[in-house]
């Protein structure tokens, strides 16, 4: 199952719940709820972060490194995944959560090991990168990636496509355990749309999918090359990547599929989409 359309992963209270033990891998998950007041929950053996997809929200942390007293958050969020970054907060494992407010929040969450403090992070400290150029430009934004914010086993992006592009292209994998390539379960979840997904297989095994995706719809990604993420035209698509893997370094180190690797070097004569950034003029 790499294809899970919207609605077939829901349980109260979350509208998307993506475990380890559903998707059949250890690491990487995923949840979405549509809140409107409040939801306690407890990380567990997760650590998590709350990402306003659109709205707002106050996050209240009780855990073992906020030293006794709750820790407590308040997410400004935005209108929009098209309207620029968020702020986002960390919640460490073994942490009683919760969350008040209005608006589609996500969790991306990962297995975990060491318990980090809470923590606020400003969207003024989001990252945001031009990828790509021409009809393969794409915007990233790098709020939780490594060396950006600290996880012991998360990593998490999101992907804005303008109508018409294609982004996650070249066609890449990170499956194997080498100089370059690290190995990480990914989940992609979609905001906007329709799209398409494609997923094929590698060295690692068997995979063929190529999905129409559009918001609240999950591909996920055990193994195998993945791209392109394909807008069609007049729709712009969003999707949130959530990534772990089993090495004590954070790394979303990957390997183009040879016969696409090409495609990279025909950037550097291209300008790049005038349509992007979506929500950030600086």
């Known amino acids: 199952m790499t294809f899970i359309p919207y609605g077939k992963a829901a349980s109260s209270p979350w509208s998307v719940e993506i475990t380890p033990e559903l998707a059949g891998w250890t690491y990487s998950g995923l949840r979405i709820v549509e809140l409107s007041g409040t939801v306690t929950f407890s990380t567990g053996a997760e650590e998590m972060l709350v990402v306003p ?3 707002s929200c106050t996050v209240t942390i009780t855990s073992r490194s906020s030293a006794g007293d709750p820790a407590v958050f308040r997410l400004a969020g935005r209108e929009s995944v098209f309207s620029g970054p ?3 907060a960390y919640l460490p494992i073994d942490a009683a959560v919760t969350l008040t407010g209005s608006g589609r929040i996500a969790l991306p969450a990962a297995r975990a090991t060491r318990a980090l403090p809470p923590r606020h992070q400003p969207a003024s400290a989001v990252p945001v990168e031009l990828r790509g150029a021409g009809q393969a430009t ?3 934004n790098n709020f939780a990636a490594p060396g ?5 086993k998360l990593v998490a992006v999101e992907v804005l496509t303008p109508a018409g592009n294609w982004s996650s292209y070249p066609p890449h994998k990170h499956d194997t355990a080498h100089e370059g390539e690290a190995v990480l379960e990914e989940i992609y979840y979609f905001e906007g749309g329709p799209g398409y997904q494609r997923v094929y297989s590698s060295e690692r095994g068997h995979i063929d999918t190529l999905a129409e995706v559009s918001s609240g719809d999950v591909v996920l990604v055990p ?4 791209g392109p993420s394909m807008a069609a035209p007049g729709y712009d698509l969003y999707y949130l990547n959530v990534l772990a893997g089993p090495a004590d370094e954070r790394s979303m180190a990957f390997c183009d599929d040879p016969e696409h690797a090409w495609i990279r070097g025909t950037w550097a004569g291209q300008e790049t989409d005038p349509r992007l950034p979506f929500g950030r003029t600086s």
Request: aromatic content about 22%; glycine content about 12%; charged content about 20%.
């Open 138 to 140: 794409r915007q990233v």
């Open 223 to 226: 193994y195998g090359y993945h």
């Open 86 to 88: 968020t702020d986002f």
């Open 53 to 55: 997809l659109s709205g």
């Open 148 to 152: 950006v914010f600290e996880c012991d």
